[in-house]
Structure formats: C-alpha cells, structure tokens
C-alpha cells in the first residue's frame, strides 16, 4: 500500500507540475485571459443572434419592418464578424498586464500589428479588407501578431528605445511620446514581415498559418475520439484536485474556439452550421455529473455523510459548481470514483455526438453560454428543445454509470461511521 501511495504521489506531482507550466506561461496564459475579457463581446453577439433566429409566425417579418433586423444585423458585423480586432487587442493588453507593463500602448501596438500582418486587396482602385481577415479566419494572426507586437514594444521600454520629456511634462504626453519609438520599431518589423511573407508560395501570414497551424488544430479535435479523451482528461485532472477546465482552457481555445466563432456568423446569418465539433459542444455535453451524483447520494445512500454532501451539494451542482461533491464525496484521489468520473464525461459527449449524425440533435450554433449557467436551460439556448432531451439523456447515462460505483463508496462510507460510533462507545 505505501508503494502505492507513493506512485499516486509521485504520478500527482508530475500532473500538477505539467498542468501549472502550462497555465502560467505567460503566452498561454494572455490568450486564455484575452478569450475570458472576449466575453462580453461575445455574449452581445449571442444575444442579437439568438433574437435574429426567432421565427414563430410573423416574427421576421415584424422585426424587418421596425427596423430590428438591420439593427441586430449591424451588431453582429462590429462583434462577431470582426472578432481578431477585440483578440488582437486583447492578447496585448492581457500580456502587458503579466508583465507589468503599460497595457494600454500593449494593446494598441498589438492591434497595429494584426492589422499590418493582415492581407488587403484594390478593387476599383479602392483598397478593402475581407471581413473573414478580420471574423473568425484571423484569429491565429491576431494572436501570433498580437503576443509578437505586444511582446516587442514592451521589450523596447525595457532596454529605454523611448523618446524621454522633461519632467514638466504632463504623464499623459510623456507616455504617448515614449511610445513613438517602440510603435515605429514595432511597425517596421511587422511590414518586414508582411513584405516577407508576399515572396512566399504563400503569399499571406493568414494563408500561412492557416495552412500549418489552424487548419492541422482544426482536423485534430475534428473528430470525437478527441472530444472524449479530453473530457476525460478532465475529470482525471480533478482527480488530483486540479480545475481540469482550467488547466486544459488554453488548449481548448486554440483547437475549438475559432469553429465556435464560425458556427455563430453562420447562425448569425441564418446559413447552415459548418462545424460540428466546438468548443460549446465538448463543455455542454458533459453532461449533468455531479447533479446526478447529489441525487444519488440523497435518494440512493444510506450514509448519513454521503447524504449530508447530496444535499449541500444538488443545488450548486444544478449550476455547474462541482466543487461540493467533487471533494465532498470525496472524488477527489478516491480511487473507487476515478473510473466513472472519467467515463460519464466520454459517453455524454459520445451520446451527443450519436444524436448529431443521426439527424436528431442540431450543431452547436456557437452561442456563448455564461459559467454557472443552469442545466437544461443552457441545452435549449444552444440546441432549441432537442438540447433539452440531449441533457437529459446524457443526464440518465450518468446516473446509470455512477449507480455501482455509488453503492460501493456508500459501503465504505458506513462502515467508517459504524467504526467511528464503536470508538466513540469503547471511549465512553
């Protein structure tokens, strides 16, 4: 047994080290925080979609003549139809603000710098920018340009490469006098760059990356082996106590995030949905787990501390705060609830999946659901009245799995109690 702690220990560490690399490099880190600020833009956006979309009667037609549709049709061109402009801007000023720096002249320079990477074109002598630069099809520039344009400028303050004023001179202007040289150094190398890139095959960083970088991730979780493997992954994090969400949020982004934005224009447009697998999809297909588990730890339990953690726990885990069970339980490195907390996340997606292909349960239309967001109603928000019955189902497969092993934890947990009452009563 104590070889056994001691591989479990020793297997914990090296997770725990592996997950907390990857969450505080600072790179990794200023694209997931640029993604969470990304939010509210991203929920506007969802909201005018979600009231575009209704249809019942004479809806769209009442909505065209009051000038409605023109006005949603308005708000999702300046959200989600030019998205990298808010991740562009977001990742530099996210950076800067890991490194201390000035945020606001970060973020500035890292916006200029997506811009100078992104390609243009003259029609009629007039020279334009396709939204699809700007939408969805710019996230990875607006990234790489951003960190690399963001990351410079700071950099230049650094080593002093700054006009410096007098004292005398207001903050205000001296800061944006120090920003001359960096922005000029900043744009100097992005049109190197941009310059570079037109005498490759290429032609474009966009083409570029999209060819070796977006295009790859995309294939990669295109697919739902993926899927199930990394939200088993998950669970298995929280195994060691880790917030698996959290730890895999960066990945998450990179591989899933830009098909959501896709999905949503699309739905915004009324078009059909391109991409079945997205970031929605994996995280509101995991179905209710730990809801599931507080029911059973009620109604199916005869301990009194199982039943005890099911009812502290069923309300918060109808919201998705998992915490109460998750440690309650506990399932956290209680090695008899490993095996489902890994598998009821896989064949949820997997009962979702299933229900897609047959015709049944419509794409994830990209809506952004808000964390905490309650079960059920988040199913009907992102898939109409067939995500309702997705939840369910996924809900009733995590009840049926959790079943065996429920009882086995119940087991254990009475015969501690009954051990404790017989210490209690040699005491007395």
């Not at 999809?281 to 039943?307: D, H, Y």
């Not at 049944?360 to 067939?386: E, R, S």
């Not at 497969?397 to 079943?403: D, E, P, S």
Request: glycine share 8%.
């Amino acid at each position: 047994r104590r070889s056994s702690d001691l591989l479990m220990n020793t297997l914990k560490d090296k997770i725990l080290a592996a997950a907390v690399q990857v969450q505080n490099n600072i790179y990794m880190k200023a694209i997931a925080n640029a993604m969470m600020g990304l939010m509210p833009v991203m929920m506007i956006s969802s909201i005018a979609s979600l009231i575009n979309a209704i249809d019942i009667g004479a809806t769209q037609q009442i909505m065209e003549q009051i000038g409605l549709k023109a006005l949603l049709t308005q708000v999702n061109a300046m959200t989600i139809d030019v998205v990298s402009v808010y991740v562009a801007f977001l990742v530099g000023y996210k950076l800067a603000e890991h490194l201390n720096a000035d945020q606001l002249n970060a973020g500035i320079m890292s916006l200029v710098s997506f811009l100078i990477l992104s390609p243009i074109s003259t029609l009629e002598e007039t020279r334009t920018m396709e939204l699809s630069t700007l939408g969805s099809g710019g996230m990875f520039v607006a990234m790489f340009g951003g960190l690399l344009g963001a990351r410079i400028y700071i950099l230049c303050v650094q080593k002093n490469l700054m006009i410096k004023m007098p004292d005398s001179v207001p903050p205000i202007v001296n800061k944006s006098f120090a920003a001359i040289v960096p922005a000029i150094i900043v744009s100097a190398i992005m049109g190197i760059i941009y310059v570079g890139m037109a005498a490759t095959p290429y032609g474009t960083l966009t083409d570029m990356i999209y060819t070796w970088v977006q295009a790859p991730l995309t294939l990669l979780g295109a697919n739902i082996f993926a899927c199930m493997i990394i939200v088993a992954f998950i669970e298995f994090l929280w195994f060691f106590g880790i917030h698996g969400v959290l730890a895999v949020y960066p990945i998450l982004m990179l591989v899933f995030y830009q098909p959501g934005l896709d999905n949503l224009a699309a739905y915004s447009a009324g078009q059909a949905l391109p991409h079945l697998f997205t970031i929605g999809f994996i995280l509101n297909n995991r179905g209710a787990r730990s809801f599931a588990v507080a029911l059973l730890a009620i109604f199916g339990c005869k301990s009194e501390q199982l039943k005890a953690v099911g009812k502290i726990g069923l309300i918060p885990s109808m919201f998705g705060i998992s915490e109460p069970i998750k440690f309650g339980i506990p399932q956290v490195m209680n090695i008899r609830m490993l095996l489902p907390l890994m598998i009821t996340p896989a064949v949820s997606v997997l009962s979702a999946y299933l229900l897609t292909i047959v015709g049944f349960l419509p794409y994830h239309n990209g809506v952004n659901i808000p964390t905490g967001f309650p079960i059920i109603f988040g199913g009907f928000l992102v898939n109409g009245w067939q995500g309702i019955i997705a939840q369910l189902i996924q809900f009733v497969l995590c009840v049926i799995i959790y079943i065996p092993f429920m009882r086995l934890q119940d087991k254990a947990a009475l015969a501690e109690e009954k051990n404790l009452q017989t210490q209690a009563a040699v005491v007395e």
